[in-house]
């Protein structure tokens, strides 16, 4: 298919980005998605590299719902200009292009109409040691487990609240790591007082209860209440020091203990990925629960900016179920918007998954209560604490920029230089944005986000002087 | 909500706001207000921290950039080019630059002792990389311009520039040296500003000023938000706003926003002992190895976003002059809003038949380097001394149709 006859641009092929594309290919609309990985998926659905054992990729439960999506999907091919191994850097919003990374050269689509699909990271926790070999995100490990065929370590545990920590868990006893623990942040007694909305239907109840049991057969402890304190060792990770939280999740540090270790997962949370639709200049909102800013929608998924829509988790984190419904609302509105349908028409062709999608999102609103975040972790590092790993920048620093009036972000940013690394603050920015928050008393609305700019992951100069146009404008 | 009047609002907190603040509050009788507006494209932030006096009178740095957008304009418009050497800036603002270099050592022991914040000042100075005989024809005329600053300046054939500097191309072949162009560091420079004016008293406050009240053409007040300051005197160094602090006080100040876009690379080992310039861009390694490549010069109102096409002719022209470059990566992109004055000299001091405001605006290109000297004339008038350099060319009475406006 000729890249030219594509009509709109879909940033991510994860389950949002591949049911948007389905959802347009159904009425004739041929689309280009562009997404760095060599392989569809996004990170939920993420297959194993090429010519690497699939058999833990397979065993997964959500295998079959991928399965079921990439079918849908390879049916539909011909209507999809699909644009692998692409990063997207950025907005050249002059030129009305989006730009991206193929091959070590910097290529460009349009930037309108344009379904953003780019899912969301993990939340980064910094506390004293975080920073040793062997400390890692859970989503890390269990991708190096599930898709790069690599065992992380040989004793690991897996401390955060959620439940891929279980997912995480499993996969890695079922590659043969032994697993010292699960440590979960969450009460046991809110768990069970939530379980029934929690599991909405039965599916989800019965798979939550086949991990929790799996720990149990495989004598896998689970600690409820219980989170991190600090991790220990010479030059790499030998211990991990856990401790009972407080309702606000703040150690109770008489009642620490340590286990041994040589890996551990830290997974406490997840950030939408809004850098794209902040550099478009779309509105964004806040919401604690549902991962931090987000772009403003409409009951369509439509931005405040005319031809921009997003969906899945960079709208906020509700998970791959309610992405896969985003992702057709998310088309269905650029259908209305040009006129291939009507809006009753789509209203009565999505009444189904909205139904679900509200389920969903309810589920994900009692699972607050069990595993939303809480002031303690704040709390956790000590003055000698990286905060930003790119910049080498203290805790101790950040009090000190604090102290001397700092208000925002961009203050934090120009004082502390935090988020002035190669990530741009994806790894700091929530827990720094937080903290200010936690310290001044003021709204996250307030305290700001960082400002991501092109490019937004670094790339060789070279990449720069070597332009090709994706498109002939 | 009335607050406390005190003596003096400084409006704008960037180097320029800070840098005046700093110097006021040496006298502890005199009670400051420092407005801190944030805005993107604040320059101050986005500057690459060069201490340019020679390189950027004689249009240098930014300027070079500067003369090739305006000789491709006039040439565009069919019209004869009128700049046909470099873009040079008249006498009284060489000295005005100069005598601010030398303001910087002092500076560096005060504000660290003061506030405790070392702003990297380094001894680097500034090489013009020639490839061709245009670019000797270039330096040669930049050289014989100012023969009474002969001693500030080095000619380097490409033998002694791959001694000195082994990672410029091969094929340049020679440089001039402006052996005290030198460099600092923009964002500790303005927290160091910061920090001293705190510890000497300064209130420091954010937001956004939305009106000035003028009584029988004296200023009475200033409003931030909810809040009145009554004070003596406003003091605007809004930098690329400044024009909307002037009209609330009925001046009307030809400033303009003019864009720079510049590139940052990962930080890399100590490549290069001097700051660059070459016909195409600067390049100026910082305290802690990133290198800077700046900077277009662009009229696009307050547009802050950045663009391929100039991205890419900084990258060329950044890579030509240090080829290994190639490999490395850039990390970040932004575009800052440099306040331009038509004939690019800052406008400070007094306007006629208004009492309690100032200027301290208009800096273009030079608001770092120019920042120390600006605080000390503006310290003067403050105190009813007269400036140790004459103010008359940077008033706003040299605008003739702002005059009028009034």
């Known amino acids: ?473 | 909500m009335k607050n406390k009047p005190v003596d003096i609002v400084i409006i704008g907190g960037g180097v320029i706001g800070t840098s005046i603040a700093y110097q006021l509050s040496k006298d502890p009788s005199i009670s400051i207000t420092l407005i801190d507006i944030k805005k993107p494209g604040n320059a101050s932030q986005a500057s690459a921290g060069g201490l340019w006096a020679i390189g950027e009178s004689v249009g240098l740095g930014c300027g070079v950039i500067f003369f090739k957008t305006l000789s491709k304009r006039r040439q565009e418009n069919n019209r004869k080019p009128t700049i046909e050497r470099p873009h040079q800036l008249p006498p009284f603002f060489f000295d005005f630059c100069l005598r601010s270099n030398d303001l910087f050592p002092d500076l560096w022991k005060e504000l660290k002792e003061i506030g405790g914040i070392d702003f990297k000042l380094e001894k680097t100075g500034l090489k013009f990389i020639m490839y061709d005989n245009d670019d000797i024809e270039y330096a040669r005329n930049i050289y014989d311009s100012i023969p009474h600053l002969k001693d500030q300046m080095e000619w380097v054939d490409s033998k002694q520039l791959a001694k000195e500097e082994p990672f410029i191309n091969k094929d340049a072949i020679g440089a001039l040296t402006f052996l005290k162009d030198d460099q600092v560091n923009p964002y500790l420079l303005m927290n160091a500003f910061r920090d001293a004016s705190r510890v000497q008293g300064v209130n420091m406050i954010q937001g956004e000023v939305n009106d000035i009240k003028v009584v029988n053409r004296k200023v009475e007040a200033v409003s931030v938000g909810q809040n009145q300051i009554p004070c003596n005197m406003v003091i605007n160094a809004a930098g690329a706003w400044a024009t909307d602090i002037g009209n609330m006080v009925g001046v009307s100040l030809p400033i303009t926003p003019v864009k720079g876009q510049v590139l940052l690379s990962e930080k890399m080992p100590k490549i290069l002992k001097s700051c660059i310039s070459t016909s195409d861009c600067y390049i100026a390694q910082k305290d802690n190895g990133e290198i800077l490549i700046g900077s277009t010069t662009e009229n696009k109102g307050f547009d802050t976003s950045t663009s391929y096409e100039q991205l890419r002719g900084l990258a060329e022209g950044a890579t030509k002059a240090i080829p290994i470059l190639k490999t490395m990566n850039c990390k970040r992109t932004w575009a800052g809003l440099r306040p331009g004055t038509p004939d690019e000299v800052p406008i400070l001091g007094p306007v006629k038949g208004l009492t309690g405001y100032l200027n301290a605006c208009g800096h273009f290109r030079t608001g770092i380097l120019t920042s120390a000297i600006t605080a000390r004339m503006i310290n003067d008038l403050v105190h009813g001394t007269s400036p140790e350099i004459d103010i008359t060319p940077f008033l706003i009475d040299r605008f003739r149709a702002c005059l009028n406006t009034i």
């Open chain 1, 1 to 473: 298919m000729k890249s030219k006859t594509s009509q709109v641009t879909i940033v991510g092929a994860g389950p949002a980005g591949l049911s948007a594309a389905i959802q347009l290919a159904e009425f004739n609309i041929k689309s280009t998605i562009v997404d760095e990985n060599p392989e569809i998926g996004g990170a939920i659905f993420k297959q194993p590299d090429k010519g690497l054992d699939k058999s833990l990729f397979r065993n997964e439960k959500t295998y079959i719902r991928a399965k079921k999506l990439f079918d849908e999907f390879f049916t539909y091919q011909s209507y999809v200009n699909l644009q692998l191994g692409s990063e997207v850097l950025g907005d050249f919003s002059l030129s009305n292009e989006l730009a991206f990374l193929h091959n070590d050269k910097v290529k460009t689509l349009p930037n309108n109409p344009v379904i953003i699909c780019t899912g969301c990271y993990e939340r980064a926790q910094p506390f004293p040691g975080w920073t040793l070999p062997g400390i890692m995100s859970v989503g890390g490990i269990q991708l190096q487990t599930k898709c790069g065929n690599v065992k992380p370590g040989h004793k690991i545990a897996l401390v955060g609240t959620g439940p891929l920590l279980l997912v995480a868990a499993k996969q890695l006893h079922q590659a043969g790591i032994k697993v010292v623990g699960v440590v979960e942040a969450g009460l046991k007694k809110d768990l069970i007082k939530n379980m029934f909305t929690l599991f909405y239907n039965t599916k989800l109840l019965k798979e939550g209860f086949s991990y929790i049991n799996y720990m149990k057969n495989n004598k896998i402890p689970i600690f409820y209440g219980h989170g991190v304190v600090s991790a220990r060792g010479n030059n790499e990770l030998e211990e991990l020091v856990i401790a009972p939280y407080t309702k606000e999740w703040k150690p109770i540090q008489e009642k620490s203990f340590s286990i041994q270790v040589d890996s551990a997962g830290i997974g406490y949370g997840y950030v939408p990925r809004i850098q794209l639709t902040q550099m478009l200049k779309c509105e964004h909102e806040f919401n604690a629960n549902i991962g931090g800013f987000y772009p403003k929608v409409d009951h369509w998924q439509r931005t405040t900016i005319e031809g921009v829509y997003v969906a899945g988790d960079n709208g906020g984190i509700y998970g791959s179920e309610v992405a896969l419904h985003q992702g057709r609302i998310a088309a269905l509105a650029y259908l209305i918007d040009n006129k291939k349908i009507t809006v009753e028409k789509a209203s009565r062709l999505i009444k189904k998954n909205r139904k679900k999608m509200n389920n969903l999102k309810k589920f994900q609103s009692s699972f607050d209560n069990f595993s939303g975040l809480k002031s303690g972790l704040l709390t956790l590092p000590d003055s000698d604490t990286i905060v930003c790993r790119c910049e080498h920048v203290k805790m101790e620093s950040i009090d000190v920029a604090i102290n001397s009036g700092v208000k925002n972000m961009t203050g934090l940013k120009i004082r502390t230089r935090v988020g002035m690394g190669d990530c741009q603050g994806k790894m700091c920015g929530s827990f720094c944005a937080e903290y200010l928050s936690y310290k001044l008393g003021d709204t996250r609305e307030k305290i700001g986000a960082m400002k991501p700019r092109f490019p937004m992951s670094p790339i060789p100069f070279s990449s720069i002087t070597n332009k090709e146009l994706e498109y002939e404008k």
